[in-house]
C-alpha cells in the first residue's frame, strides 16, 4: 500500500441552464394540461351561468327549479377550479425546488467529496478507499478493473471505525496496473465465522455538474454522484 498525491482536473461545468430532464419535461406537460383545463373549465362554467340563467328567466312560477341542485352544481365547479389552482402552486415548488438543487451543486465544484461507493480513480499508482470496519479484524479485500478483472486480492487487519486502505497498483501476481478506476470489495467474518460486508467510501474533487439531469449530478472520479450520496464536503 501506497500514498501520494494525486492531480486533480480542472473543474468543468456541464450544462448552463436548468435541468431539463425527462422530469422537467413530464412538469411542462402537466403545465399545459392544467392550462387547457383551466380554459375549458372557465368555458364549461361560463355555459353553465348562462343555462342557469336562462332557466330561472323561463321557470314556471308554480313550480320553481330546485335551487339546491344548482348549488351543488356551482360547489362543485369551485372544487375542481381550486384543485387547479393547486396543481399550479405545486408546479411551482418544484420549479424553484430544482433550481435550488443546481445552485447547491454548482457551489461543490472543486471541493472534496467523500461519497458512498466502491470505484475509486487509480492516479499515479495510487487509489484509495475508505472502509467502514464493525469490529478490529481481518479484511478480505478484492478489487477489479473497469473491465471487470479481478487484478487483486488480499487479507489486511484493520481497527474497528473508518480506515483508509491504499493500493499502489501492484496487483496480486506482481503486475504494475496502469491508471484508472478500480473497484474494491471487501468483507471480513464474525463471531460465528459468517462472511459480513464492509461499506466502502471514496474521496475525489467534483470536478464539474450534470445540470441537464434532476437531480443534478456531481461528476467525482469520473462517477456521477446525486447530492444525498454525498457524505461529507471540505474545501
Keep these: 500500500m501506497a500514498s501520494t498525491s494525486a492531480t486533480t482536473a480542472s473543474p468543468v461545468v456541464s450544462g448552463t441552464t436548468t435541468p431539463t430532464s425527462s422530469s422537467s419535461s413530464s412538469s411542462s406537460s402537466a403545465s399545459s394540461a392544467n392550462a ?8 364549461n362554467f361560463q355555459s353553465f351561468l348562462q343555462l342557469l340563467t336562462t332557466q330561472l328567466q323561463n321557470q314556471n312560477p308554480l313550480d320553481p327549479l330546485d335551487t339546491n341542485q344548482f348549488t351543488q352544481q356551482l360547489v362543485e365547479f369551485a372544487g375542481v377550479q381550486e384543485q387547479l389552482n393547486t396543481n399550479d402552486s405545486l408546479q ?7 433550481t435550488a438543487q443546481a445552485t447547491q451543486a454548482l457551489t461543490f465544484v472543486g471541493k472534496t467529496a467523500i461519497v458512498s461507493g466502491n470505484t475509486a480513480t487509480m492516479t499515479n499508482s495510487s487509489a484509495s478507499w475508505e472502509l467502514s470496519v464493525p469490529s478490529n479484524s481481518n479484511v478480505n479485500v478484492s478489487i477489479a478493473n473497469s473491465s471487470g478483472q479481478t487484478v487483486y ?15 499502489n497498483g501492484i496487483g496480486s501476481d506482481g503486475t504494475q496496473w496502469p491508471d484508472g478506476q478500480y473497484t474494491l470489495t471487501a468483507s471480513t467474518t464474525d463471531g460465528s465465522g459468517n462472511s459480513v460486508g464492509i461499506t466502502t467510501q ?9 445540470l441537464t439531469q434532476t437531480p443534478p449530478l456531481l461528476m467525482i472520479n469520473g462517477q456521477s454522484y446525486t447530492i444525498n450520496q454525498i457524505q461529507s464536503i471540505s474545501n
Design 153 to 167: 486480492t488480499g487479507t489486511v487487519p484493520e481497527s474497528a471505525g473508518n480506515q483508509k486502505f491504499t493500493w
Design 36 to 43: 387547457l383545463a383551466s380554459q375549458q373549465i372557465a368555458g
Design 202 to 210: 471514496v474521496a475525489g474533487t467534483v470536478s464539474g455538474v450534470n
Design 92 to 98: 411551482t415548488l418544484v420549479s424553484l425546488q430544482q
